[in-house]
């Protein structure tokens, strides 16, 4: 009795756990079937303790919403000509969130977009190389097991101080990882962010994005039923990595961890490769009833949710699924991650076809099993039955337990509010603000992250615009599974300030919502919906815990203004190092909290596409939104004055709301030549990024209104720089005075040199050096 | 002209290139899988990049011994047009059908950026079009770009006006500076002495759309159609 409650206990279930175990079953679980239970309701496969609070997130849109609306109120219902909005239905969610592998939305056209992110924090923190390799595998079959063929990827990764030797180690591996994955599978890498911070030291973040497209009408859905349909596993054989890896990603990362590499899993991008065209070929045949690639929890994860899902049993032999190795036990089978698989349920009758597809692309395709009515899942080994289950008690949703968690506010919280920006000597002199500017886009969190995306492949496809037109979002042509010449793209983004959402969870959360929407807007996309992936602390630390629940709240606030539903995503507790002493560690020891948000936004006017890029010397340089008198949570303050502790900046809902329409509707009106939204680093950063792709210059002038380090590198939100050409001014200002948003004429496009009150602040070509080759330095030097 | 798109297993620029010459160019194209041994009736065939048999071994190793490859070879040798980009040109090398080899890059990284190419003949069907020496910017995307033959193919390649492309810098010098794999002399892409066998590391088809914001492959393509 002890005995069985210290196994349980080690594989990482709690005492009331195991009690819900025998109850479940009405016996004692023998050792296959509990670790089957340990790795489906570990936090990773199960979301035990944030389904509470997922569930309060918006999961549809509310009509039209902001985007197509006249801002001023007036024709609230029909759209004001030429200024868009997307058709009736265009936008729309095809499944709730959890309810597939990813989340689908219509893009117009009789096509949908799956598109999905995913963390693998814990094996990038062991095996950098082959924890970020193995994370874009499976966010790629996350999309194309439901027909999807992916078409473009994104990527965010966190890191300790890039001048420490384990942070380049890490990095040079993630980076390389990602590249030989995602390079061979075939699908670009279009965009992404990297952002540095001592708390991410021991924990990085692997953040993969992918997003596919299918015919709406061809959707494979993650399902099994049918009594008597033959059930296959296909393609790569069954090996003993990755075993426990879900559990794995369920603790804390301490000096112990490195006895879990067996727990990393190991990736082969060719595999992938044929696994793709295998899949999208065997659906595309409509002999499949249900299909799910094999991630975390491999062969009794994808069983028991298929299973669950079709309301269904089944009979697995595992004698018959491929291995890699001999003598492997049963529950080493149903627990092993190995890559590149995918279960399938095939229309009884159909088993040549499918085998002949998986043959002409060489790759294992074996009858494992069969689709039963009894709802239970039996596991036989040898002829014994070693494991039976009711499925639905596996499963989120069914028997997997669900938790409501206590939290309680950081004393931090408080400490940071008392911050005042009159403790901060103001810089006034031209000779300090180059100084500062040099600072900041020599910063590796600002500086140009070239190093790392030229590592990507980002243009095969042939269909990402941003290679040659910079976009605050990457732009990505939807060719047609039909043929013909493609008419709409989607525009995607990813983002989250793990700084700000450390300063104010709520607010920190509202503004990477708002900043991923935003890009969109500025790439001339309309916002559509997210997805997220919510890397925080130990779930069991009620600061860490505190966290978490601010950032939903803060999340749902956004995403309804925006009306951008949550159409799923995926949750990495325990990032944070040792959690000795009191239940769940010190919050300290944990990474910022850090929410990242994939924004989808539909173009289906390529007409729209906009460019962050200053065109020509001449143009008039406006700022859309307001500066505020406001230096915190800025990478100035913190990196460059050295004060840690302060609040998130300045943000307000509705003014953000009012800025992205304003630029939406511009740039409908066709009225911008170029938008770039004031973001880290603030306004200097943003203008010299929107000089450097044509080697243009700006002349600005700051303002009696506001301390100058407030109005320069000041990160306040909602704010937009736009340029335009002088003979669209008045209709620029008309608009912006008729729908009352703020604007302030900044100075116009020059020919070279970064010019703030008639002082050359840096010269173009020594600022465009800094920018571009800092990193490289730091990592090759 | 009728065209062929090679699929090996691993190919990832297939649909690219069926996508430019069947929705951009209006032409006749079929893909031609691996395993099959006819050309059906292609008047040029292209082997598109990618990575066949996942590189694994080396390079276009694995993929010169498919099935259709012998079809190629005998497609070349009665002077049919075959291309290789990237991994093409890679199994073109392995295969014999282009002489030199393809090397891990210098700095032993995968690249994927644009870079700037000067053409150095006019004397094939891709370059006819081109004037001596200018210049089109045109992306790479590869891990073993650098091109190499001994002095002897060097001095042949030469002699027999065979390099098409170089490295060069935006104004059209060939330096070291600018030279993206190691790659010796620069060169970027030969043809074969009887002119009909083409391989390139650089990717035309990624530069020939205007959504793109970058025609400069397209003047390629045109050219292998003007009648």
């Known amino acids: ?781 | 002209m009728k065209f062929g798109v090679i699929v090996f297993p691993g190919s990832n620029c297939d649909d690219d290139m069926v996508y430019l010459l069947r929705e951009t160019l209006g032409q006749q194209v079929v893909k031609l899988w691996h395993k099959d041994t006819s050309l059906q009736g292609c008047d040029f065939v292209v082997v598109p990049g990618g990575f066949s048999y996942g590189d694994y071994l080396r390079s276009g190793a694995i993929a010169r011994f498919s099935p259709i490859m012998p079809e190629v070879q005998r497609h070349a040798e009665r002077g049919g047009y075959v291309l290789g980009i990237c991994n093409g040109f890679q199994i073109l090398t392995e295969a014999g059908l282009l002489e030199g080899a393809l090397l891990k890059n210098d700095h032993r990284k995968y690249t994927c950026k644009n870079v700037w190419l000067r053409s150095e003949t006019q004397n094939t069907l891709l370059t006819r079009n081109l004037p001596a020496q200018s210049i089109y910017k045109i992306p790479i995307a590869h891990g073993d770009g650098r091109y190499y033959a001994d002095e002897a193919t060097l001095a042949s390649l030469q002699e027999h006006d065979q390099i098409m492309f170089r490295y060069c810098t935006e104004a059209g010098k060939v330096e070291e500076s600018v030279n993206p794999n190691g790659s010796i002399g620069n060169i970027a892409g030969i043809c074969n002495k009887s002119r009909n066998v083409f391989g390139m590391m650089p990717h035309p088809e990624r530069a020939s759309e205007l959504f793109l914001g970058n025609e400069d492959g397209l003047k390629m393509f045109q050219a292998i159609l003007q009648k």
């Open chain 1, 1 to 781: 009795m002890n005995n069985l409650l210290e196994t349980a206990q080690k594989l990482g279930l709690l005492p009331e756990e195991l009690d819900k175990i025998k109850e479940i079953l009405g016996r004692e679980p023998n050792f296959t079937e509990l670790s089957a239970y340990s790795v489906m309701w570990s936090e990773h496969c199960s979301y035990k303790n944030s389904i509470v609070w997922l569930k309060t997130l918006p999961k549809s849109k509310k009509g039209n919403g902001i985007w197509g609306k006249q801002v001023n109120g007036a024709n609230e219902d029909t759209p004001p000509a030429g200024a868009g909005g997307l058709p009736s239905g265009v936008g729309g969610l095809l499944v709730e969130a959890g309810q597939e592998n990813a989340g689908l939305v219509d893009i117009g056209d009789g096509l949908a977009c799956a598109f999905k992110i995913e963390s693998h924090n814990h094996p990038s923190a062991l095996e950098p190389y082959q924890g970020a390799a193995t994370g874009v595998g499976g966010i790629n079959r996350d999309i194309f097991t439901m027909g999807a063929r992916p078409i473009a990827q994104l990527n965010t990764l966190r890191f300790g101080n890039p001048t420490h030797e384990r942070t380049k180690f890490l990095m040079r591996g993630v980076v390389k990882g990602i590249g030989d994955y995602g390079n061979a599978f075939g699908v670009p890498t279009v965009g992404g962010e990297v952002f540095f911070d001592e708390c991410y030291h021991t924990n990085p973040l692997v953040n993969a994005f992918s997003a596919g497209i299918l015919e709406i009408d061809k959707m494979a859905s993650a399902t099994s039923y049918g009594v008597g349909n033959p059930v296959f596993i296909v393609g790569s054989a069954t090996g003993k990595d990755g075993i426990h890896g879900a559990a794995f990603a369920s603790k804390d990362i301490t000096a112990d961890s490195i006895k879990d590499l067996p727990a990393v899993q190991v990736g082969d991008p060719f595999q992938e490769k044929l696994l793709l065209e295998a899949s999208l070929e065997v659906i595309a045949s409509g002999h499949v009833i249900g299909m799910q690639d094999m991630g975390a929890a491999g062969v009794i994860c994808s069983t028991a949710e298929m299973s669950a899902k079709g309301e269904h049993g089944m009979r697995i032999d595992l004698d018959k699924v491929p291995l890699r190795q001999a003598n492997m036990h049963g529950w080493e089978i149903l627990l092993s991650e190995s890559q590149e698989r995918m279960l399938v349920v095939v229309k009884k009758g159909q088993e040549q076809a499918i085998l002949d597809i998986f043959e002409k692309w060489d790759l294992n395709c074996v009858e494992i099993g069969v689709v039963t009515d009894t709802k239970r899942l039996e596991f036989y080994q040898h002829g014994e039955m070693i494991a039976d289950l009711p499925a639905e008690s596996l499963v989120l949703g069914g028997g997997a337990p669900v938790y409501k968690r206590e939290w309680s506010e950081p004393a931090y919280f408080q400490a940071f509010q008392k911050f005042n920006i009159n403790t901060v000597a103001e810089p006034k002199t031209t000779g300090e603000f180059t100084k500062i500017l040099t600072h900041l886009l020599s910063h590796p969190n600002i500086a140009s992250k070239r190093w790392v995306y030229e590592q990507y492949d980002s243009m095969v496809g042939t269909a990402n615009a941003s290679t040659n037109a910079p976009a605050d979002a990457a732009v990505v042509l939807v060719k047609h599974p039909k043929g013909g010449k493609a008419n709409r793209a989607i525009v995607i983004t990813v983002d989250c300030n793990g700084r700000y959402v450390h300063a104010n969870p709520e607010i920190g959360t509202m503004i990477a919502v708002c900043e991923s929407a935003r890009n969109v807007v500025c790439a001339g996309g309309e916002p559509v919906a997210i997805t997220n992936n919510l890397n925080f602390g130990n779930p069991y630390n009620l600061e860490v815990y505190w966290q978490f629940v601010g950032a939903i709240k803060g999340m749902k606030m956004a995403c309804e203004a925006l009306n951008t539903p949550v159409t799923g995503g995926n949750v990495s507790f325990y990032n944070q190092s040792s959690s000795v002493g009191k239940a769940g560690g010190d919050v300290n020891n944990a990474v910022f909290p850090t929410p990242t948000i994939g924004m989808l936004g539909v173009m289906d006017n390529l007409a729209y596409q906009t460019t962050l890029d200053f065109k020509q010397a001449g143009d008039l340089i406006y700022l859309v939104g307001k500066s505020q008198e406001d230096i915190a949570c800025s990478e100035y303050l913190y990196s460059y004055v050295g004060i840690k502790g302060s609040p998130a900046p300045h943000f307000n809902l509705e003014e953000e709301v009012k800025t992205q329409k304003a630029i939406y509707d511009l740039i409908r009106k066709g009225l911008l030549q170029s938008a770039h939204d004031v973001a880290d680093g603030g306004l200097l950063v943003a203008l010299a990024e929107s000089s450097f792709h044509r080697d243009l210059g700006f002349a600005i002038a700051t303002t009696q209104a506001m301390r100058a380090d407030a109005f320069l590198f000041g990160e306040a939100q909602s704010r937009v720089v736009v340029s335009i050409s002088p003979e669209k001014e008045a209709d620029f200002l008309a608009y912006l005075q008729q729908n009352g948003v703020h604007h302030a004429k900044l100075g116009t496009v020059t020919k070279q040199d970064f010019a703030v009150d008639g002082a050359v602040v840096l010269p173009t070509d020594m600022a465009k050096g800094l920018y571009m080759n800092t990193l490289g330095e730091m990592m090759e030097g």
